[in-house]
């Protein structure tokens, strides 16, 4: 063949393919890559967290906290592939936490049930309470006569409200997962029992600060009552005692009420006279006795159809039997109306009403007696008003005043008395108010210094012969609290110097110090008391015991020692000096004491 016809030969011709595929061939990688992202595009849509959180298979009252990787995640949210970290928390629930590899498509963990958390809640009752209930807002429970309980409850806070027989108090807890919590109830009561010396009487118990009352028959107890001061009042007839008492911690209070009595014989001439007591509550019909009276001024009226009534004043004795007897005087309406006039002109308002009464039974509802009865009760009530205003007693006269108005109401006397007098009692009223405010604070100091006095006895009685040597006190202006250590120092710091043997501060008010000091022929001991009176006064109490150191000999090797006399007992000396030793001891000490509150009051 020839050189210019010869074909291509097969080499030649596969590269001339293969350069006229190559761009199909980008093309189809081109199109295969959009194709990939896009379908790993679609797919990472479908790639979603999807959960749903339950409480104990209940909704929480509000969302949990949610976290994917850390970050704040929710249900339905795109989430990228790999491994992650998913958890959810909540404030009343246990932790969920969990490791997972995400690929595409939907992750699904479905309902999450939450573990409710929980801790434990000790409750310690004593005494017994007859009801402790728990409240929290997913928890409630009652116990009854119980001393406490350990509960497992669910995380919260919980008001723990106790009641015993007569009061009651209210707690707070807080219960953390997985901790304990404690709530002690310790309230502090006493005891009380009460009798009276005869049956029927009943009492009101209460107490000065709180809701304590109680009432009933006589005799009785009471346990469980809270610490205070209370008001008994106890009531048989109509006649009232008064008693107040002190419940303190762990006592057993007796109180015993006791009664008085003494009777009385009424005979009138005729017999049948009603008997009526001074509020006009009939007793009985003569001849009457009558027993269990309390002692004291009786007044009763003897009072018969068609006669006169008489009144009856005797004074009852204790365990005696009184006697009164009298005529009753006949009258009709007539005379009695014209008594009753000439009591009422005269100002004798009592007796005008008493006749206006007595022409009343004759003639009920008479308009003139009627109006006499009226206007004498309320002049009688008038002129008592003015009496017990002379006499200072104001309240009295406001009471009398009240009823004349109630018998008198449009008088205007009554009316300009009555605003006078509340005026003026409560004047009185202020001044008894401080007068009993000073009164208990002199009796507090009263009080308060007989302490300290016989607190520095009892601890002198600790040392020979103390009750021989007289007791001396000073006053000071600072406080207890400072004084104590000032005199403390003093008397350890200033020679002679004392060996401080006991220092207490009772309090912040009081203090007590007993030192030690050796002299040449002895010992001298010391005991001070400090209490605080007022804000501004201390008082301080103290005593100086000198003791003087027999002679003695050892004899038989130590085996015996005897007390001896030397020439300086016998010519004086050693007595001589033991007198310089006591008159020595109390100034000293009282120059420390000085020294001591001087420093204090200058350092205030």
Not at 128 to 135: E, K, L, S, Y
Not at 353 to 367: H, I, N, T, V
Not at 455 to 470: E, I
Request: hydrophobic share 40%; net charge neutral; aromatic share 8%.
């Amino acid at each position: 063949m020839e050189k210019g016809n010869r074909l291509p030969l097969p080499e030649n011709r596969l590269r001339r393919s293969l350069r006229i595929l190559r761009p199909l061939f980008w093309w189809l990688i081109l199109v295969l890559v959009l194709y990939g992202i896009r379908t790993h595009q679609r797919l990472m849509e479908q790639t979603r967290l999807h959960f749903a959180v339950t409480l104990e298979g209940q909704m929480p009252d509000y969302d949990a906290a949610a976290t994917f990787d850390a970050k704040p995640a929710f249900s339905g949210q795109l989430i990228s592939l790999g491994s992650h970290t998913f958890a959810i928390r909540h404030p009343k629930a246990e932790s969920f936490s969990t490791n997972l590899f995400t690929w595409y498509g939907g992750n699904n963990f479905g309902t999450i049930d939450l573990k409710r958390a929980k801790g434990t809640l000790v409750i310690q009752s004593s005494p017994r309470a007859a009801q402790i209930t728990i409240r929290g807002p997913e928890y409630i429970k009652t116990l009854t006569n119980t001393s406490g309980a350990t509960l497992v409850v669910p995380t919260d806070r919980y008001e723990i409200e106790s009641r015993h027989a007569f009061s009651g108090q209210r707690d707070d807890a807080v219960v953390s997962a997985n901790g304990t919590s404690f709530v002690r109830i310790a309230p502090q009561f006493g005891t009380v029992t009460i009798a009276s010396s005869h049956p029927n009487t009943s009492f009101r118990l209460a107490a000065k600060r709180g809701d304590v009352r109680v009432n009933g028959e006589l005799p009785t107890g009471f346990g469980e009552l809270p610490i205070g001061e209370y008001e008994l009042t106890a009531e048989r007839r109509g006649e009232l005692q008064n008693k107040t008492l002190w419940i303190g911690t762990g006592q057993t209070n007796e109180i015993f009420v006791k009664y008085e009595y003494g009777a009385v014989t009424l005979e009138t001439d005729p017999e049948g006279a009603t008997v009526l007591d001074r509020d006009n509550r009939p007793q009985g019909i003569t001849p009457l006795t009558l027993l269990e009276l309390s002692a004291g001024n009786r007044q009763f009226t003897l009072d018969r159809d068609g006669f006169e009534s008489t009144v009856a004043l005797v004074n009852i004795v204790a365990d005696q039997t009184n006697h009164f007897a009298t005529n009753l005087l006949s009258r009709d309406y007539i005379a009695a109306l014209r008594a009753g006039q000439n009591y009422f002109a005269s100002g004798h308002y009592d007796e005008a009403a008493e006749a206006a009464s007595e022409a009343l039974k004759q003639k009920p509802g008479d308009p003139p007696a009627a109006t006499m009865m009226r206007d004498a009760m309320g002049f009688s009530h008038l002129a008592r008003a003015r009496k017990n205003s002379d006499q200072g007693n104001f309240q009295a006269g406001i009471t009398e005043l009240k009823a004349a108005l109630e018998s008198i109401p449009e008088n205007a006397q009554a009316k300009l008395l009555l605003a006078d007098y509340k005026a003026r009692q409560q004047e009185v009223e202020e001044k008894e108010a401080g007068r009993l405010a000073e009164q208990r604070a002199a009796e507090a100091r009263r009080t308060r210094t007989t302490e300290l006095r016989s607190r520095v006895n009892s601890l002198s009685r600790a040392f020979a012969g103390a009750d021989s040597f007289v007791q001396h006190e000073l006053i000071a202006t600072n406080t207890a609290k400072a004084i104590g250590p000032a005199i403390q120092a003093a008397m350890r710091d200033v020679p002679p110097v004392f060996e401080i043997t006991d220092y207490s501060s009772v309090d912040q008010d009081r203090f007590e110090l007993k030192a030690g000091q050796k002299v040449p022929d002895g010992f001298r001991h010391c005991v001070v008391v400090g209490g605080q009176l007022s804000v501004k006064e201390t008082l301080i109490c103290f005593k100086v015991i000198e003791f003087q150191t027999p002679h003695s000999a050892s004899l038989l090797g130590g085996l015996v020692q005897a007390q001896v006399t030397t020439e300086s007992d016998r010519n004086g000396e050693r007595a001589a000096r033991f007198q310089a030793q006591v008159e020595e001891g109390v100034p000293m000490v009282a120059d420390r004491i000085r020294r001591a509150i001087g420093q204090s009051e200058s350092s205030r």
